[in-house]
């Protein structure tokens, strides 16, 4: 069966420091995508960046890097140079190629900014 | 584009009424939208996959006959919670599937609903 794993229930980070948040996944399928979503208080799922798993490259995104490691299944998201706004939660996603493309979500981990 | 709306964006209610949730893709065709509940501090759960003109795939546990889905026509899709208690208190989101888009980024979601049941 297909599974996200997020370790990390919550995280606090300088502001303007680097920040990774891991994830990691499991599934058999050889096609497929992970995404990264930022959910703020307000509670919209915003789009981050996203990583095909027959991507020769780490996607980036701005300030936003994913760090993926396929034989290790792990697609960790790394945010440069952190900033208040930043704080929210972040979700991992994988996309389910036989399920009607539906997603496959992790925990979340909450990510605070200390200024 | 690649817009999607939810009405209401919250809703109280006394115990025992029905709610009704809309989805809306604004600028596109949704042949499927999905329907997600989130508790606090929790990830989304998957509730059912709407598919347009045809009933909606519910998932293991969800009570078809409390969560009433239709998804009449390509950019709206309904969730009436009936007859709903205080345990149905939580975030209704829906997210829609651009199947036109051809690429990687295909499903949008709506704001939310934050549902509360007195």
């Known amino acids: 069966a297909q599974k996200i794993t997020q370790t990390q229930p919550g995280m606090f980070v300088q502001e303007k420091e680097a920040v990774t948040l891991d994830c990691t996944y499991d599934t058999s399928d050889p096609s497929y995508g992970l995404f990264w979503y930022k959910q703020p208080s307000s509670g919209e799922m915003i789009f981050l960046i996203y990583q095909g798993s027959y991507d020769q490259q780490n996607a980036t995104e701005g300030r936003y890097s994913l760090n993926f490691q396929k034989a290790r299944k792990s697609a960790n998201l790394v945010i440069s140079a952190s900033q208040l706004g930043d704080s929210a939660m972040y979700f991992c996603a994988m996309r389910d190629m036989d399920s009607n493309y539906q997603l496959i979500w992790g925990a979340g981990t909450k990510l605070i900014i200390k200024p | 584009g690649a817009v999607v709306s939810q009405h209401p964006s919250w809703v109280i209610c006394k115990s025992g009424t029905s709610v009704k949730i809309e989805c809306r893709s604004l600028d596109f065709q949704a042949t499927t939208m999905f329907w997600y509940r989130q508790f606090p501090k929790q990830s989304l759960m998957l509730m059912a996959t709407s598919n347009e003109g045809s009933k909606a795939t519910y998932e293991q546990g969800v009570e078809k006959d409390k969560f009433l889905i239709n998804h009449a026509s390509l950019t709206l899709s309904t969730l009436t919670v009936t007859s709903a208690h205080p345990e149905d208190s939580s975030f209704y989101i829906c997210?829609?599937?651009?199947?036109?888009?051809?690429?990687?980024?295909?499903?949008?979601f709506g704001p939310g609903t934050r549902l509360t049941v007195l």
């Open positions: 997210s829609a599937r651009d199947q036109a888009r051809g690429d990687y980024n295909e499903q949008f």
